[in-house]
Structure formats: C-alpha cells, structure tokens
C-alpha cells in the first residue's frame, strides 16, 4: 500500500511533521513493511525541498533507512508556464494557478507510485489518522475486491480528496485525466467527471447514473481521515473544513503524575490552565511565552523520577510550541552526593537547577533518568527566548518508580 502525501511551503505553518508521526505510529510493524510513504515536496526551491528532506532525515532516520519513508520532489520542467494559464470557471487567476498545480503534482505522484505497490492512497499533509488505519484500509479493499466489486475508488474520508484509495492499476486512467483538463477544474471534481464517464449513459435518468457511480465509488464508514489544518497552502484561504463521521481528535494526553504544587507566569487561554493539565483533565494553552518564564512542579512530598515526557503543540495547533527552553530539577541531596554531578554529566544553572533535557524542533523533551539524582523537590521548565506563538502543553508525564 502507497500513501502519497503532497506538501507545499504554507505562508502561515506546515503540518507536515505531525502529519508524518501520526501515519507512522498508527501502524503496527508488519504494516510498516508492507507499506510505502512518499513525501512529495512539491516546490521548484531547492534549498527548501533540501530543508524539509533534512528535517525528515532528522526526525525519521529509521524509517527513512527501512523504506518507509521516500522523499521526491518535481522537476519544474514537468509544470507549464502558470503565467499562459487560461482563466476558468470565473476562478481568480491565484486560484486557478494553485489548482491547476495541485492537479499536476497529484499526477506527478501517482506515476512515481505506481509501480511501487497495489493500493495507492491520495493523503494531504496536513490530516490525522486512526490507529489500525491500513488494517481497515487493507481489509475493506480486499474484501470488495473478493466481492467481484468492479470499484475504482474506496472512500475512506467525506473531505475533498483525502483518503481516496485505488488500484494502482487503475492510475493511469486517473493520471491521464488529470493532465488531459489541468487547466479546467479541481482534481476533485476531475475524479467525479472521470467516473461519470466511465458507468454514466447519456440516454438514462441522473439516478441511473448515481447508482451506477455509488457501485465503483465506495464509501466507508466511519472516515478514517481528518483534517487539522486551518491554513491552506493558498495564500490566504482559511481552510475549517472538518469530516464529521471521523469523530473527536484526540488533543491532550492525560497522566496520573505525582502530587505537586503548579505554579507558572504564562497566563492562560480561558481555563486551559497548567493546573488542569496536570492532572490530566486538559491541555495547558498559554499566551506569548517569554524569556525568563518558568512552568514549575514543587513536589510534595519530594519524588524520585525515572523519566519525563512533555509534548508541546496538538494536532490543530501544530506551532503552538514551547521553543528553547530546558528541563531542569532541584535535588534534595546535595551535589556532592550525587556521582551524576561530580562526573559533569548534567550542566548546572546559577540558582543551582541541574538540566536534564531540552524540547527538539517537535516540540517534545523527554528523558530518563532512573533515579540517579536521588529525591527530587521541584521540576520547571525554563523558557530561554521570547515566542511570538503562544504554547500548548498537550501532554505532562512524570514518571515515578511507583507509578508508570
């Protein structure tokens, strides 16, 4: 099975790299083997396809070394000149340029993928998925193929062209249509026209011909896919677009943490306090967090910690991020009784908080540290630069020897 996930540069923020952990750690291992991902970064910016391709390579190396992951990009010679473009449908000109490009990259892709598998499933890069996707995908596929269903798409979301699944063998009817009317409509409405074509009579009632689509146009319920980006890759187009029959996102991820006392001076949005997400009730959504400020946990009474997770941003707010800033603790032993210290293993700041991680370019710091720094009194995350985002903690785990 081949997913071709297209991303474009967006002017506002890419959800590509939530995009690509939530495909991959909805599979399980078998299906990581039997599946193919092909990233194609559709731009003719060199230097930008080469900056997304080495955030990929940094944050998936081991599914890039496996062949999970490919990564493509165009030629610009494939695309015709934008600017000898016919305007159409009463379509603004920019309107008519991003989705006469949309409709080439999606053919471009195709053919790349193709060859590569038996199912090709048409993804965007800014969607959310459920765990057991390619099980559900795989099977409803097999099945209606076993069903002697002459199908040439299975729908798995309600939403423009996300999680539209076909034969691979099917893709050059598909390719060719889409490079035939480029010009002339969305590749939405190009695949509706495709199938129409293919089952509809002209001498026949339109519900002849709803029928006759509804047998190779095969939907499944409940959507498999979700949208989660707000901001299309169309300058400007605010795109809220949601699949109501994919049910709720999940946006926080609760954990029982030890008894602390919570305390930080980034004001929160409503009651999206770090309180509430301490306890698993919510997420933390603060406003412009600056340098100095400081989410700080005081245990009570002091605990020895094994490990730590805290996962910045959410799925329909990707940005909303906490950028350059620490994990730090305050034991209760004094340094010299730690061996940690006394072999430089941690740094130590001036008000004598010894630093234990740091939140990557995701938006994630985790660590373990197996209790060698004995009771702990106060864990903080410690903010070292202003943000010009606000910041959402939609996960806090503090892991105790007690408690997992």
Known sequence: ???????????????????????????????MEECIIVVFIAEWDIDYVHQVASQIERKFPE?????????ISP?????????????????????VKWRTKQNLDFAFLMMYAQPKGTFYVQLEDDIQTKKGYIATMKKF?????????????????????IGKAFKTIDLSALVTFLLVFHNDKPCDWLLDHLIQNKVCRFDQPAKH??????????????????????HSSLKGKVQKLKDKQFGKVQLYFPHENPKAEVETQIKPYKTYTLQRAYKGESYFWGLLPQQGDLLQFTFDPP???????????????????LYNTTVEVLP????????????????????????IGDFDDMGVAEGVINGELGEIKTLRLHVHIDSDNWAILSEIHIETPEKR
């Open 1 to 31: 099975m081949v997913l071709g996930v297209p991303t474009v540069k967006r002017q506002v923020q890419s959800y590509l790299m939530t995009t690509l952990r939530n495909l991959v750690d909805s599979m399980t291992q078998d299906e």
């Open 141 to 161: 596929a097999l099945q209606k193929t076993s069903e002697k269903k002459n199908w040439f798409v299975l729908d798995f979301c309600q939403l423009g062209f």
């Open 209 to 230: 011909c709803k029928k006759a689509k509804e047998n190779v146009w095969i939907h499944y319920k409940p959507s498999l896919f979700q949208h989660i980006g707000t």
């Open 332 to 355: 209760v032993e004094p340094f010299t009784n730690i061996p940690a210290i006394a072999n430089k293993k941690y740094k130590v700041t001036e008000d004598k908080y010894l630093i």
């Open 75 to 95: 030629p610009k010679a494939f695309y015709p000149d934008m600017d000898k473009l016919e305007q159409t449908l009463g379509d603004p000109m920019e309107r």
């Open 63 to 71: 599914h890039l070394g496996s062949g999970l992951i490919e990564v």
């Open 303 to 321: 605990v020895v910690i094994k490990g730590f997770l805290f996962r910045s941003g959410n799925v329909e707010h990707p940005s909303d991020r």
